[in-house]
């Protein structure tokens, strides 16, 4: 239902994404963030699942077209490493949210594995969102920490995952709750990358508890 379209950075450059609007008029948006493997069709799924919901939604392409095959860690871990995180997060991920805004509607930001990391850094250092949902990614203290974010912030992990251990999960938590940080926490019985109905780990059940709970989430931030 969605289509791929351009946007234009702050920097007045241009970037890609897939985007799909929701029904109504004046709709709040989301902006989800890919996990290392690109912009593939699960994540243009989600897209359509939020527009669906009522939410204007867009992923932005972090690779600039590049799909990697899921079998291809290598490749994948390639292109995540060859990432530049803060022109991510403050060029294109602000791009998206600006493109969103433009109505004037209230924006939010969600992501899974590295883009769960993305998301948290958005929500250290973007103006544009009114709140954050990442799944399974934390970035590294070097480009944030839990006291630099500045939203509220709902957190999906899973409690068998060797990409965010449970002990870092429990320090980052924790670290959140000193700073005194307006946020959500939710730990499931489950393996990383629980939401991606098209990879091994996926757990059906796990992944519409935390769909629920995000939707709800979105509803009370962002309309």
């Known amino acids: 239902m969605g289509t791929l379209l351009s946007f234009k950075r702050p920097d007045g450059k241009d970037a890609n994404g897939y985007f799909a609007p929701a029904g109504a008029a004046h709709a709040p948006g989301v902006v989800v963030i890919q996990e290392w493997w690109g912009l593939q069709d699960q ?3 989600i897209v359509d699942r939020f527009a669906l919901a009522g939410f204007n939604a867009i992923a932005p392409d972090l690779y ?7 079998h291809d860690r290598e490749a994948a871990g390639h292109q995540m490493n060859s990432l530049d995180f803060l022109d991510a997060s403050d060029q294109t991920v602000r791009g998206a949210a600006q493109f969103l805004a433009s109505s004037g509607v209230k924006v939010a930001i969600t992501g899974f594995c590295m883009g769960g990391a993305v998301t948290i850094l958005a929500a250290c250092r973007l103006s544009e969102f009114a709140c954050a949902i990442p799944f399974y990614g934390i970035p590294p203290d070097s480009v944030a920490t839990p006291a630099d974010v500045k939203i509220p912030m709902q957190c999906h992990f899973a409690n068998n995952d060797h ?5 870092s999960v429990d320090t980052f938590e924790a670290a959140l709750k000193a700073a005194g940080k307006d946020f959500e926490f939710y730990r499931y019985d489950a393996e990383h990358g629980f939401v991606n109905e098209q990879r091994n780990p996926h757990s059906h059940g796990q992944a519409e508890i935390a769909w629920g709970r995000a939707l709800q989430y979105l509803k009370r931030h962002i309309g």
């Open 43 to 45: 994540i243009r799924g």
């Open 64 to 70: 600039s077209g590049v799909v990697v095959p899921y």
């Open 163 to 167: 990409w965010c251990s449970p002990d």
